[in-house]
């Protein structure tokens, strides 16, 4: 058993921690950037959002390795740091977490989809197995694949995390339909994604980004009603974007999205943190709820 299946052994509603992508454009990182070589040129900025989650209450920190697979790193012109950029992203996060607070390694999509034959499952596998490989041996405690829409790409990815040996977190991202039914942009709904996941070797299922904290509460009924023991990790927007003077605001308060602890626990959740939009001001307001 790892740390995290550990941590959730002992029965307690868990703290994660929130939005990475607004916190290093706070600290300068510009339009058009790579966020994930921050952790080569800016170490010690990364290191500090980390501590910012940990200082507000989160049990577990997250890495900034989300977009570090080969593929989204082309872009750059840094597909052959792979490995180095990710492993730094642990150390960074494990540097503010010391021995006590768990750290998940992040992985998420590829923008390469297999439908239309523009990627081969092999060429997934080995994507997301170096960076798997990078975050294990940075430091990380489990691996967390997130932000998943193709079911397909997110068992490969939970398979090629697997080998490390760490727990597997893995979440999809769903929408809500006007049926008030959710499903994924590749048409999956939470309750397809279980078995699937659990039988590519993920511990921890759940779901992230999306449409705002009260939708993740149905989210949650429809994975426990489909298994009845997996542990659920949620990590949900401050609501939908607004784009409005050249700015993106999100509408969800620390005080709102803390409002929906009690039901989200009580549908089955055990582990709450938050997605865009989210600052430590969020997870503090979640942790003041959990611990009462």
Request: charge should be negative; include cysteine.
């Amino acid at each position: 058993m790892g740390r995290i299946l550990d941590k959730i052994s002992e029965g307690k509603a868990l703290v994660s921690d929130g939005a990475w992508g607004t916190f290093l454009q706070s600290k300068g990182l510009q339009p058009g950037e790579c966020p994930e070589l921050w952790n080569l040129d800016h170490f010690n900025e990364v290191t500090d959002i980390a501590k910012s989650y940990i200082e507000a209450g989160s049990d577990m920190v997250e890495t900034n390795s989300f977009g570090a697979n080969r593929f989204k790193l082309e872009y750059f012109g840094l597909e052959d740091r792979v490995y180095e950029i990710n492993k730094a992203a642990a150390e960074a996060s494990r540097s503010a977490a010391g021995k006590d607070i768990l750290v998940l390694g992040s992985i998420g999509p590829t923008g390469k989809f297999l439908i239309t034959g523009e990627v081969t499952e092999e060429e997934l596998y080995d994507a997301f197995l170096i960076q798997a490989k990078g975050l294990c041996y940075g430091g990380a405690d489990a691996i967390i694949v997130e932000t998943m829409t193709d079911l397909d790409e997110a068992t490969i990815a939970v398979r090629a995390a697997k080998t490390t040996g760490l727990d597997v977190v893995c979440t999809m991202t769903f929408d809500a339909l006007p049926d008030g039914t959710y499903r994924s942009m590749m048409g999956v709904a939470p309750s397809e994604m279980v078995e699937p996941l659990l039988e590519a070797g993920a511990y921890v299922l759940g779901s992230n980004c999306g449409n705002g904290s009260t939708g993740m509460i149905e989210i949650v009924r429809e994975i426990r009603e489909t298994n009845p023991t997996v542990p659920i990790l949620i990590h949900a927007n401050a609501g939908l974007p607004i784009y409005e003077n050249g700015k993106t605001t999100f509408p969800e308060t620390p005080e709102f999205m803390s409002a929906q602890v009690e039901d989200l626990l009580e549908a089955g959740a055990i582990i709450i943190g938050g997605c865009c939009g989210t600052s430590p001001e969020h997870i503090r307001a979640i942790k003041n709820k959990i611990v009462q």
